[in-house]
């Protein structure tokens, strides 16, 4: 399931890259730009990263430091990783909690991003953001579950 997210998040990114394109032309050689640019952009940054981090945050591929990491045995490094876990737990679950009462508003009113030229549903947008706080944290809690293990057994290999 967080590969196929991770596939919408990075069409949606490939699509919003042509739009964006369209739109420089557009400006560029016809001084006519494509209607609700702005809006389109605004609304698929996020829905594009919260639909993409859990998968990165699964297969490991974040950008790392190992500068302090480098210098730590086994055991820090599983120190390291589960004091990472539980931040990332505790930021998630505050992200959910703080995004469900707009999510849920949203629905229920019909709410939309754009004032005028282009009105996108902003319903969407919010549960793709809900919905990747959860992703999150789920995928934190299952670290923090392997990184205490790693915390227990300091002999096998913390994983990178």
Request: proline share 6%.
């Amino acid at each position: 399931m967080l590969g196929f997210l991770h596939a919408v998040g990075s069409y949606w990114t490939i699509a919003l890259a042509a739009w964006i394109a369209l739109d420089v032309a557009g400006r560029t050689f016809f001084n006519h730009p494509l209607q609700g640019t702005v809006e389109v952009v605004g609304y698929s940054l996020p829905f594009a990263t919260f639909l993409q981090i859990p998968y990165v945050l699964r297969a490991k591929a974040h950008l790392r430091s190992p500068l302090i990491e480098d210098y730590c045995g086994i055991r820090g490094r599983a120190i390291l990783a589960t004091l990472a876990c539980l931040l990332g737990v505790t930021l998630f679950s505050l992200g959910a909690y703080s995004v469900w009462p707009a999510m849920m508003t949203a629905w229920r009113a019909g709410e939309s991003i754009g004032d005028g030229v282009v009105a996108i549903p902003a319903g969407p947008l919010w549960t793709a953001i809900f919905s990747g706080c959860i992703l999150m944290l789920v995928q934190f809690l299952f670290d923090l579950a392997n990184s205490l293990k790693r915390l227990v057994n300091p002999a096998r290999e913390p994983l990178r």
